[in-house]
């Protein structure tokens, strides 16, 4: 039901930090291994390079020598100058500017495209070759040297593959040749000698290659083989970690942690919009009494038939997880509320009758993720709208209003429940403010003589005059007061009050009655109730006999021991005890026979519920009448309204009557009108 902005927090920030180093350490293997690729890769190039300039530059000196050599012989005449070239034995061609092969000797075997060794450039770093200009061509038959676009590489394949044989036959004088034209330009680049040189690699040179590549291979291997079984470990530890971290220990199943991991992820895909998703928890409420009576290794067998027996009815897309002690967290998807409601009470009937031999009490908090239908909204959505954390917490709250319920059955969390929720937690808050700041006021409501309609009574009964909440009545705090223990506190300031006022009213020199004050149960657990009472009123120096106490019936329920000498005790001291509520519980009856008290009072139901007006009804009530007084016990209708009423619970002899009819509880000082009159 929440559509929270607010972005958190450890988990997320867990799970960020998870995936990072997952990715980091992934992207750091591929940035090393792409460093020492290139690395070696630059590094041995630039060594073949070197070597083969080298080898090339000397040949380069021949062919210049030749060259020069030429144009001399063109320049004087002397001789023929192809004969100067000719003598040096070897393949060459001379092209004219327009590439026409003006002269050829032996066969032209010279490559396509030539290779500028002006600058033998490896990346970004240029070696100056020291030759103006300074071609290389590769061998067309023999591609030992490849020559592509701007593009110089050995051919190492074929390096290896002669050393090997260089190497087989084992002579350290025996060489590898590779091929390659040189062009040497003449005649102020009116013509190109091209020069068939035969670079030779030694079998020792060839040897140290071979050696130096297979070492870094190696080294290259190694490497990579380490980094993998790195990366292999670092994930396998990654996963293990991780299904630790989601596993639950007692179920073997899903935990909490994994729950709202995997439950985010649903939400953020969005699928779901089209129909809905509820959250929900379920509470296995008899655990920790099963453990007590059984054991917690039994317990915890329970808990996994528990696990099992939810997780086999989860749909595609549907979470189950054990959250903790009795508690399981499930992730439904519905798409319609009363099938989700069947589907609900379905699953908690099922879980009920998961043991033989036992009838379990399971509840279920729903907290359904619904979203105001208009469209543009959904479009808009995103998935870190809901924090699945509150939405959890709402199904936990909503099943743990129903905590102390016998009988399974399931809660929906909705806007009202949020506001009762807030409001009990609003109250808990202000409600020692409230006391210290005289925020709780009496009011008074007279009982009257039906039979004479004079006053002869009357109840003190508190309410909540708050500066920013308002007039609050009883029923919106009283309850919760019982439930946090605060009505204690609550009953001492009403004894106190209503003590106050009558020492007042009489000093006042009013007639005063008796005046009845609620006191609940919770207080009937305290030994010395009677004591405090006594000594409360005694301050306020009022005689005890116009106080009376009355106890809720359902008080009765409690150590009836105590009860029966709390109640003696008050009565030794002079005040009155009344019981209140009658009829509205089962023993009454059975309470009225052990406790010695000296009033009843008649629930309002009698004149108000299905039984107000009827035969039956009225039988009920006129016998309750008698019994009391055969108890020597004074009798006061509640809720009485109607005229009707009044006469025939006149004509019944019931001696008081409070209610509308006669008057609403009303401000002391109203009161007071009332006891002049
Ligand atoms: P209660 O003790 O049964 O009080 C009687 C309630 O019935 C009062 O509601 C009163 O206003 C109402 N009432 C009386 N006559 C009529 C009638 O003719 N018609 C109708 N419709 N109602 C009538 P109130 O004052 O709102 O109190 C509600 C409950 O709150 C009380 O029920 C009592 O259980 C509790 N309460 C009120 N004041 C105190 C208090 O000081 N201490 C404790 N412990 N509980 C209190
Ligand atoms: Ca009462
Ligand atoms: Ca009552």
Same mark, same amino acid.
């Given at each position: 039901?929440?559509?929270?902005?607010?972005?958190?927090?450890?988990?997320?920030?867990?799970?960020?930090?998870?995936?990072?180093?997952?990715?980091?350490?992934?992207?750091?293997?591929?940035?090393?291994?792409?460093?020492?690729?290139?690395?070696?890769?630059?590094?041995?190039?630039?060594?073949?390079?070197?070597?083969?300039?080298?080898?090339? #530059?000397?040949?380069?000196?021949?062919?210049?020598?030749?060259?020069?050599?030429?144009?001399?012989?063109?320049?004087?005449?002397?001789?023929?100058?192809?004969?100067?070239?000719? $003598?040096?034995?070897?393949?060459? *061609?001379?092209?004219?500017?327009?590439?026409?092969?003006?002269?050829?000797?032996?066969?032209?075997?010279?490559?396509?495209?030539?290779?500028?060794?002006?600058?033998?450039?490896?990346?970004?770093?240029?070696?100056?070759?020291?030759?103006?200009?300074?071609?290389?061509?590769?061998?067309?038959?023999?591609?030992?040297?490849?020559?592509?676009?701007?593009?110089?590489?050995?051919?190492?394949?074929?390096?290896?593959?002669?050393?090997?044989?260089?190497?087989?036959?084992?002579?350290?004088?025996?060489?590898? $040749?590779?091929?390659?034209?040189?062009?040497?330009?003449?005649?102020?680049?009116?013509?190109t000698i091209f020069f068939k040189a035969? %670079?030779?690699?030694? #079998?020792?040179?060839?040897?140290?290659?071979?050696?130096?590549?297979? #070492?870094?291979?190696?080294?290259?291997?190694?490497?990579?083989?380490?980094?993998?079984?790195?990366?292999?470990? @670092?994930?396998?530890?990654? @996963?293990?970690?991780?299904?630790?971290? *989601?596993?639950?220990?007692?179920?073997?199943?899903?935990?909490?942690?994994?729950?709202l991991y995997r439950g985010e992820q649903?939400?953020?895909?969005?699928?779901?919009?089209?129909?809905?998703?509820?959250?929900? @928890?379920?509470?296995?409420?008899?655990?920790?009494?099963?453990?007590?009576?059984?054991?917690?290794?039994?317990?915890?067998?329970?808990?996994?038939?528990?696990?099992?027996?939810? @997780?086999?009815? %989860?749909?595609?897309?549907?979470?189950?997880?054990?959250?903790?002690?009795?508690?399981?967290?499930?992730?439904?998807?519905?798409?319609?509320?009363?099938?989700?409601?069947?589907?609900?009470?379905?699953?908690?009937?099922?879980?009920?009758?998961?043991?033989?031999?036992?009838?379990?009490?399971?509840?279920?908090?729903?907290?359904?993720?619904?979203?105001?239908?208009?469209?543009?909204?959904?479009?808009?959505?995103?998935?870190?709208?809901?924090?699945?954390?509150?939405?959890?917490?709402?199904?936990?709250?909503?099943?743990?209003?129903?905590?102390?319920?016998?009988?399974?059955?399931?809660?929906?969390?909705?806007?009202?429940?949020?506001?009762?929720?807030?409001?009990?937690?609003?109250?808990?808050?202000?409600?020692?403010?409230?006391?210290?700041?005289? $925020?709780?006021?009496?009011?008074?409501?007279?009982?009257?003589?039906?039979?004479?309609?004079?006053?002869?009574?009357?109840?003190?009964?508190?309410?909540?005059?708050?500066?920013?909440?308002?007039?609050?009545?009883?029923?919106?705090?009283?309850?919760?007061?019982?439930?946090?223990?605060?009505?204690?506190?609550?009953?001492?300031?009403?004894?106190?009050?209503?003590?106050?006022?009558?020492?007042?009213?009489?000093? %006042?020199?009013?007639?005063?009655?008796?005046?009845?004050?609620?006191?609940?149960?919770?207080?009937?657990?305290?030994?010395?109730?009677?004591?405090?009472?006594?000594?409360?009123?005694?301050?306020?120096?009022?005689?005890?006999?116009?106080?009376?106490? $009355?106890?809720?019936?359902?008080?009765?329920?409690?150590?009836?021991?105590a009860m029966v000498t709390t109640i003696?005790?008050?009565?030794?001291?002079?005040?009155?005890?009344?019981?209140?509520?009658?009829?509205?519980?089962?023993?009454?009856?059975?309470?009225?026979?052990?406790?010695?008290?000296?009033?009843?009072?008649?629930?309002?139901?009698?004149?108000?519920?299905?039984?107000?007006?009827?035969?039956?009804?009225?039988?009920?009530?006129?016998?309750?009448?008698?019994?009391?007084?055969?108890?020597?016990?004074?009798?006061?209708?509640?809720?009485?309204?109607?005229?009707?009423?009044?006469?025939?619970?006149?004509?019944?002899?019931?001696? %008081?009557?409070?209610?509308?009819?006669?008057?609403?509880?009303?401000?002391?000082?109203?009161?007071?009108?009332?006891?002049?009159?």
């Amino acid at each position: 039901m929440t559509y929270s902005g607010k972005r958190r927090r450890y988990r997320k920030k867990y799970f960020r930090l998870r995936k990072n180093r997952i990715w980091i350490s992934v992207l750091m293997y591929f940035i090393v291994i792409a460093f020492a690729v290139v690395f070696l890769a630059v590094f041995v190039s630039a060594f073949m390079i070197f070597a083969i300039k080298g080898k090339i #530059a000397s040949e380069h000196d021949t062919d210049q020598l030749l060259a020069k050599q030429y144009v001399r012989e063109i320049k004087t005449e002397t001789r023929n100058p192809y004969n100067v070239i000719d $003598e040096a034995g070897r393949d060459y *061609f001379i092209r004219d500017k327009n590439g026409t092969v003006i002269y050829l000797k032996g066969r032209n075997t010279c490559g396509e495209k030539g290779y500028d060794f002006s600058t033998i450039s490896m990346g970004v770093v240029g070696i100056e070759s020291g030759f103006d200009e300074y071609k290389v061509y590769p061998d067309s038959e023999n591609d030992s040297i490849r020559i592509a676009d701007n593009d110089f590489a050995v051919n190492y394949k074929r390096v290896l593959k002669d050393t090997q044989t260089l190497l087989d036959s084992a002579s350290p004088k025996e060489y590898i $040749e590779l091929p390659v034209w040189l062009a040497v330009p003449v005649l102020d680049g009116e013509q190109t000698i091209f020069f068939k040189a035969c %670079m030779r690699i030694t #079998a020792e040179e060839a040897v140290f290659a071979y050696i130096m590549l297979v #070492a870094l291979a190696a080294l290259m291997l190694l490497m990579f083989l380490v980094m993998l079984i790195d990366a292999v470990s @670092n994930a396998v530890t990654q @996963n293990r970690i991780t299904k630790l971290f *989601f596993t639950d220990i007692v179920t073997k199943g899903h935990n909490r942690m994994w729950y709202l991991y995997r439950g985010e992820q649903i939400i953020r895909r969005r699928h779901w919009l089209k129909s809905g998703l509820a959250v929900v @928890n379920i509470s296995f409420v008899d655990y920790r009494r099963f453990c007590v009576c059984h054991s917690i290794a039994e317990g915890e067998q329970i808990l996994q038939q528990i696990y099992a027996c939810i @997780n086999s009815r %989860m749909g595609r897309k549907e979470l189950c997880a054990h959250t903790s002690d009795g508690s399981y967290a499930l992730m439904l998807r519905y798409s319609d509320e009363a099938l989700l409601r069947r589907r609900i009470d379905e699953l908690l009937q099922g879980l009920q009758s998961i043991d033989t031999g036992h009838r379990f009490t399971f509840h279920a908090g729903v907290d359904i993720i619904s979203l105001p239908d208009e469209s543009a909204v959904k479009l808009f959505f995103k998935g870190s709208d809901i924090d699945l954390e509150i939405e959890y917490n709402n199904a936990c709250t909503a099943q743990a209003s129903i905590e102390s319920s016998d009988d399974s059955g399931a809660v929906y969390f909705d806007e009202k429940f949020a506001q009762d929720q807030k409001w009990i937690d609003t109250v808990q808050e202000r409600q020692q403010s409230a006391l210290e700041n005289n $925020e709780f006021v009496v009011y008074y409501q007279p009982k009257y003589d039906p039979r004479t309609n004079t006053l002869r009574g009357a109840e003190a009964l508190i309410r909540w005059q708050s500066p920013d909440l308002g007039f609050v009545t009883p029923y919106r705090f009283i309850p919760q007061f019982e439930k946090n223990g605060f009505i204690t506190e609550i009953d001492h300031y009403m004894i106190s009050k209503v003590a106050k006022d009558q020492r007042r009213w009489l000093d %006042m020199g009013y007639k005063c009655v008796p005046i009845s004050v609620n006191v609940s149960r919770a207080h009937f657990i305290e030994s010395d109730l009677a004591e405090q009472i006594r000594d409360m009123v005694d301050a306020a120096g009022t005689p005890h006999e116009l106080i009376e106490i $009355e106890l809720t019936e359902s008080a009765f329920f409690d150590d009836k021991k105590a009860m029966v000498t709390t109640i003696n005790k008050l009565k030794e001291y002079g005040f009155s005890v009344s019981m209140d509520d009658f009829g509205s519980g089962y023993s009454s009856l059975n309470s009225l026979k052990d406790m010695p008290l000296d009033v009843l009072k008649l629930d309002a139901e009698f004149f108000r519920g299905e039984m107000a007006g009827t035969d039956r009804g009225e039988i009920v009530v006129s016998e309750a009448i008698k019994l009391a007084k055969s108890l020597n016990m004074r009798t006061v209708a509640e809720g009485v309204e109607v005229r009707e009423q009044v006469e025939f619970l006149a004509s019944q002899g019931c001696d %008081m009557i409070q209610g509308y009819y006669f008057a609403k509880p009303m401000p002391a000082a109203d009161y007071e009108q009332r006891m002049k009159k």
